[in-house]
C-alpha cells in the first residue's frame, strides 16, 4: 500500500516561495513517476510538474515553468516543489500523485496516469 503525505502549504505574500513536500512509503519507488496537482476552487485539477524517481527527468506545466522545481530525495523517499515568485493565481491545494504506469500509454501530464494521491495541502497567495 502506497502512501503519500504532502505538507509545506500556507499563506503566503505574491512574490514569495514555499516549499511543499511529499513524503512517500509502502513501496521502493525506483520505478516510480511522481507528479503534482493543482485544483483551485471551482476549477478541474490540472497538472503542475512530474519527475521520474529513477532518472531525476522532470516536466513542468507552462504555467509554472522558470518557477517552481521539482526535485526528489531518494535516500528520503520524499519528493519537493520548490515554489518561487508565487502568485495569487497559485492559490489552489495541492496534490501529490505516484504512478508506475508507462508514459506512452498513460501520459503523466493526465490525473488518470497516477494511482496514488495524497490528501492534499493548501497553499494561498495574497495579492
Known amino acids: 500500500q502506497v502512501q503519500l503525505v504532502e505538507s509545506g502549504g500556507g499563506l503566503v505574500q505574491a512574490g514569495d516561495s514555499l516549499r511543499l513536500s511529499c513524503a512517500a512509503s509502502?513501496?521502493?519507488?525506483?520505478?516510480?513517476?511522481m507528479g503534482w496537482f493543482r485544483q483551485a476552487p471551482g476549477k478541474e485539477r490540472e497538472f503542475v510538474a512530474n519527475?521520474?524517481?529513477?532518472?531525476?527527468?522532470?516536466y513542468y506545466a507552462e504555467s509554472v515553468k522558470g518557477r517552481f522545481t521539482i526535485s526528489r530525495d531518494n535516500a528520503e523517499n520524499t519528493v519537493f516543489l520548490q515554489m518561487n515568485s508565487l502568485k495569487p493565481e497559485d492559490t489552489a491545494v495541492y496534490y501529490c500523485?505516484?504512478?508506475?504506469?508507462?508514459?506512452?500509454?498513460?501520459?503523466?501530464?493526465?490525473?488518470?496516469?497516477?494511482?496514488?494521491w495524497g490528501q492534499g495541502t493548501q497553499v494561498t497567495v495574497s495579492s
Open positions: 509502502g513501496r521502493t519507488f525506483s520505478g516510480y513517476a
Open positions: 519527475i521520474r524517481w529513477s532518472s531525476g527527468f522532470s
Open positions: 500523485a505516484a504512478t508506475e504506469r508507462s508514459p506512452r500509454i498513460y501520459p503523466y501530464t493526465r490525473m488518470t496516469a497516477y494511482d496514488y
